[in-house]
């Protein structure tokens, strides 16, 4: 009979510097921040500390349509946070968000009372219910809304932090959890091409905080505009109404507008429209 030799981890797990992969550098078992540093602050109400990621683009996107509806009120700043550098773990950036990561928001709006906000779908929420936009005011039509948003905000960790490290970012292929995520990615893109088979945008008849939150992890994947390769290796186009979806949510002016907000080499920062506008015409 032939012998199984079990692979079995240490008894109390031990932090090893340099453990591999693109984020080693900065990844640490513990939280908080790690140095002495102020954020920047600009003259809006609202003060967003974050990346052009799929995270921080739903911030961003969510702006720029309370933007477009004539909410000038939601008119904000936007500092890019360089991950990468570590800026996140900062002491300013950590009073925001002590999870130390992006996106991180300030609404000053009363600046007697600022308001902090981290977790991008507390973010979207909050601007929703604060302008009376893109969620419904009650009923199964709000429970819908936040059914989905909080469908995604529990299922992204495994788009990216799984399929999408081990796709992307692990120093090696390890195949067994390349599979695993994998799997775990169709059945997500599965359950996207079923509901949009049915309703034009996830939380029914109407565009929302749902489709804001969803679009940067699962339309950009399906567009081809996330890891490379993914959606060749997922097979993408076998979801058609999800495809649709996709398509049909990047041709809005606020998007277009929103994605390239804090991208690095692109616009680093945002202060007004005109910043986005030049960004834009630049190409």
């Known amino acids: 009979m032939a012998t ?88 300013g950036f950590t009073a925001i968000n002590p999870n130390g990561k992006i996106p991180a928001l300030l609404d000053r709006s009363d600046p007697d009372r600022p308001i902090r906000l981290f977790e991008s779908g507390s973010i979207l929420l909050h601007l929703a219910d604060k302008f009376g936009a893109f969620i419904p005011s009650g009923g199964s039509e709000r429970a819908e809304t936040l059914n989905w948003l909080f469908w995604q905000m529990g299922t992204g960790p495994f788009l990216g932090g799984g399929f999408g490290h081990f796709f992307a970012y692990a120093p090696e292929r390890f ?34 905080i749902a489709d804001i939150a969803a679009w940067p992890w699962y339309g950009q994947l399906a ?22 979806w996709a398509e049909r949510i990047a041709e809005r002016p606020a998007v277009e507008r929103g994605k ?18 030049r960004a834009l015409a630049a190409g």
């Open 4 to 91: 199984v030799t079990e692979n079995r981890p240490d008894e109390v797990w031990q932090y090893r510097e340099g453990n591999g992969g693109q984020f080693a550098s900065i990844n640490r078992p513990f939280a908080g921040a790690r140095f002495e540093r102020d954020l920047p602050s600009g003259k809006h109400p609202f003060q967003l500390y974050s990346l052009a990621t799929p995270n921080g683009v739903k911030v961003t996107i969510m702006f720029e349509e309370l933007l477009a509806l004539g909410h000038g009120e939601a008119e904000y700043d936007a500092w890019r946070i360089d991950i990468g550098a570590g800026d996140q773990f900062g002491s």
């Open 175 to 208: 195949d067994y959890a390349l599979d695993r995520y994998a799997m775990e990615a169709k059945r997500q893109l599965d359950l996207l091409d079923k509901r949009l088979s049915e309703v034009p945008y996830l939380a029914g008849e109407d565009y929302s």
């Open 223 to 244: 567009r081809g505009h996330s890891y490379e390769g993914a959606d060749v290796f997922l097979d993408a186009k076998s979801y058609p109404h999800l495809l649709e």
């Open 260 to 277: 390239i907000v804090n991208k690095s080499g692109v616009l680093d920062d945002r202060h007004t429209a005109e910043d986005i506008d």
